[in-house]
């Protein structure tokens, strides 16, 4: 089993593929659902606090916009984390989205650069794309250990 | 409850959205959030005629095509972004523009950091509500019977006592302990008045040390800066009907107000770095070795071309400063340089965010340094008016307004 970090870091039908193959999908709604079912709520809704900003600093200096950071503090151990990417270019909100443009591009470069296997997909605009896009996910995932 | 609708990106990401209803709370508001559907999401360039590769951009872009269709859904608009976001910072703007082109619901703007706080907001809050609020109120136009206005600011404290629609009496002091240096002030204008403190009717308090002063002396009326500095401005201008602008370069921050009537409508309030204050002229007059009173004067005759000076941060503005002495600079061109530059940082930091219509009025102290309202003239090519008492802004608008609570 590996760990699989999809983009967008948001989507649940890429988690799903990752999990249905038998990985481990690491996707910002289960940080987000350990924040909000924390016992500690200090800043409703997402509780996320001033600290995740300082957090972010590990990954974007201080001169990048705050809610950037905030966002890289729950994004940015996901990366560290994966063993694999899955990235899908132009995907549309409806499959994910992390509302930043700055965080989505930061994202996909920190990935990138980690040097993991990563698969790049084109989002797919019509069935016979669909059957394709699925099948090189399956593919991908099934040749990693 | 007024209710404030908030349109924003990054907030809760940056772990400020509970100080934002915090501020909001304190003001008697509650935060709401206009629903939109995808459809909405994804139609917002026709309506709106821009979309931008930030989904929560596009969503508060869509919220406001919301309230401006359904202008029943809030009182007032709250639009706020990152700070240092360019993409953020363009479609802020175009927001306010939006909804002020299409509705009469005042909007406020905020570029914030994780380190904004309820207190940061809490003034903006208070005037945005008190728009809302008190729309009657601030429709006054006349002052009428014997009022006192203390303006508890960050460096000096001013009072005045106004009677049947004139100022009577005024007093100026620097502010050092905040309620000595109210009564002082206080104090000061009733002797100059000639009567008794015991004849006043009412007592209208503002400016940073506001709820202090307002409580120690039972004030009528306790208000921030941004409400009774428009309307003191517009009053002591003579410009109560039509549009106006209004900016105040305060020792600590700055405001710049768009008006209508009388009443605010856009107005954005900053104070990033000394850089852009009344401060760095406090700074430049003391190391020039003149008096402030006197460095506006000097300025009128100097030439900012001369002097290289940017004074975005007051520790940069101070190193030209004394680098350009060093070099050899004319004192008269290095106090206009300075000068330039405060209006400068006010131009690209402030003026960008409000409508600038005439008549341009540049009240507070800093306005009587004759150099910084020519230097804003330059700017912004227009001519900046600088009313009789200028320096008394806010205590004549908060003797204004509460002469307004007497008929209540």
Request: proline share 4%; net charge neutral; aromatic share 4%.
């Amino acid at each position: 089993m590996s760990k699989v970090i999809v983009y967008p870091p948001t989507s649940m039908i890429l988690s799903d593929l990752v999990e249905r193959m038998g990985h481990k999908a690491l996707v910002v709604p289960e940080r987000v659902r350990e924040l909000v079912t924390a016992n500690d709520v200090q800043s409703p809704p997402l509780n996320v606090t001033p600290e995740e900003p300082k957090k972010g600093l590990r990954y974007a200096a201080v001169d990048v916009p705050s809610g950037v950071r905030g966002r890289m503090a729950l994004i940015g151990p996901l990366i560290e984390e994966a063993e694999a990417a899955i990235i899908v270019e132009d995907p549309g909100w409806l499959t994910g989205c992390a509302g930043c443009s700055r965080t989505n591009e930061l994202v996909r470069l920190l990935i990138r650069t980690k040097g993991i296997p990563v698969l790049d997909l084109s989002y797919p605009t019509d069935d016979a794309q669909a059957k394709l896009f699925v099948h090189k996910i399956k593919a991908f995932l099934g040749g990693l250990k | 409850m007024i209710r404030i609708a908030q349109l924003s990106c990054g907030s809760e990401y940056s772990g400020i959205q509970k100080e934002i209803e915090r501020a909001a709370e304190t003001v008697g508001a509650k935060i709401v959030y206009p629903e939109v559907s995808l459809e909405d999401i994804l139609d917002v360039e026709k309506k709106f005629g821009v979309k931008v590769s930030s989904g929560d951009l596009n969503l508060a872009m869509a919220r406001a095509v919301r309230i401006v269709e359904n202008p029943d859904l809030a009182d007032a608009v709250i639009v706020m972004t990152c700070f240092r976001c360019a993409e953020a910072a363009i479609i802020r703007s175009e927001i306010r523009k939006f909804i002020h082109g299409h509705s009469r619901i005042p909007v406020l703007s905020y570029s914030f950091t994780e380190r904004t706080t309820a207190e940061t907001l809490l003034t903006r809050m208070e005037a945005l509500v008190t728009t809302v609020k008190y729309r009657g109120l601030l429709a006054r136009e006349r002052q009428k019977g014997l009022t006192a206005g203390i303006d508890s600011g960050s460096t000096t404290t001013k009072s005045v006592i106004m009677k049947d629609n004139e100022v009577i009496g005024t007093g100026w002091v620097p502010t050092t302990e905040v309620l000595k240096s109210a009564e002082d002030a206080f104090e000061a204008a009733v002797k100059m008045a000639g009567i008794q403190k015991e004849e006043i009717q009412a007592v209208g308090v503002t400016g940073y040390g506001r709820f202090l002063v307002g409580k120690h002396i039972n004030a009528r009326l306790i208000q921030e800066e941004i409400t009774v500095n428009s309307k003191g401005a517009v009053f002591l201008s003579d410009a109560q009907r039509g549009p106006a602008t209004v900016i105040d370069i305060g020792g600590m921050d700055n405001k710049a107000i768009s008006v209508q009537d009388g009443i605010p409508g856009g107005f954005t309030m900053g104070g990033i770095c000394a850089g852009a204050s009344g401060r760095f002229l406090e700074l430049t007059a003391r190391r020039l070795g003149v008096d402030i009173t006197q460095l506006g004067k000097l300025a009128l005759k100097g030439d900012f071309r001369n002097v290289a000076m940017n004074s975005y941060c007051i520790v940069f503005g101070t190193q030209s400063l004394v680098n350009s002495l060093s070099m050899g600079c004319k004192p008269e061109d290095v106090a206009m340089a300075a000068c330039h530059s405060v209006a400068e940082q006010v131009y690209e930091q402030q003026l960008q965010e409000v409508e600038v219509k005439e008549p341009v009025i540049m009240v507070g102290g800093t306005s009587l340094i004759e150099g910084l309202p020519r230097a804003m003239e330059e700017l912004l090519h227009v001519k900046v008016l600088v009313p009789k008492n200028a320096q008394y802004i806010g205590a004549v608008g908060a003797a204004l307004l509460v002469s307004g609570l007497l008929e209540g």
